[in-house]
């Protein structure tokens, strides 16, 4: 399996912050890698898919970046709304590992 | 709108059974595949397996096979995660989420709003 590790595990960032999450494949992966947010109490919530495509209807702070191993989840300036926890995918091959989760707070 | 509309919580003893569910509305049913998911403070997100409305062919995370069953009902539009015999190790908040597949490129969206489980004596 394919293992996914996201850095840092949490973080505490204030409003208008620019924040950069990243995730690391144990092998490489091209550009299936996916991005959720998970507001808490909630679903998952896809932000971008294939890398670095912004999903629908999600803002455009929102940015992602790399391929191969090591990518990179950038919000370009924080909400409120975004304080959630942060969930990396690898959409290569079963089963379709996730990343443990990037905690952001205040 | 595209929503995934879930079964509520349950609470069952280790050895009982328990199916629940997992209705779509706003598209075709049978065009997009219905993965499950499975979160947990100890292991995070897991993904347990998906289904293929059309045909009903099921394909499992090997972590999971054997122990539960993915079904599908294209009558009522929904979809079905089954365990025959409980464990307190199935605790947990299960999710169903749309699987969607553009020119290879998968990914999940949207996603149910979640079933809490809980197994306890």
């Known amino acids: 399996d394919i293992q996914m590790t996201q850095s840092p595990s949490s973080l505490s960032a204030s409003v208008g912050d620019r924040v950069t999450i990243h995730c690391r494949a144990s092998?490489?992966?091209?550009?299936?890698l996916n991005w959720y947010r998970q507001k808490p109490g909630k679903a998952p919530q896809l932000l971008i898919f294939g890398a670095s495509s912004l999903q629908n209807g999600v803002p455009n702070r929102f940015s992602g970046s790399g391929s191969g191993t090591d990518f990179t989840l950038t919000i370009s300036s924080l909400q409120p709304e975004d304080y959630a926890t942060y969930f990396c995918q690898e959409s290569y091959s079963k089963p379709w590992t996730f990343g443990q989760g990037t905690k952001v707070d205040i | 709108e595209v929503q995934l509309l879930q079964s509520g919580a349950e609470v069952k003893k280790p050895g009982e059974s328990l199916t629940i569910s997992c209705k779509a509305s706003?598209?075709?049913?049978?065009?997009?595949?219905i993965s499950w998911v499975r979160q947990t403070p100890e292991k995070g997100l897991e993904w347990m397996g998906r289904i293929d409305p059309s045909d009903f062919y099921t394909d499992y995370s090997p972590s999971f096979e054997g122990h539960v069953t993915i079904s599908a009902d294209k009558s009522i539009n929904t979809a079905f995660l089954q365990w025959s015999s409980l464990r307190a190790s199935d605790t947990a908040i299960y999710f169903c989420?749309?699987?969607?597949?553009?020119?290879?490129?998968?990914?999940?969206?949207?996603w149910g709003q979640g079933t809490l489980v809980t197994v306890s004596s």
């Open positions: 092998q490489t992966i091209s550009s299936h």
């Open positions: 706003g598209y075709s049913f049978a065009t997009y595949w």
């Open positions: 989420a749309r699987w969607v597949n553009q020119n290879y490129v998968v990914w999940l969206d949207p």
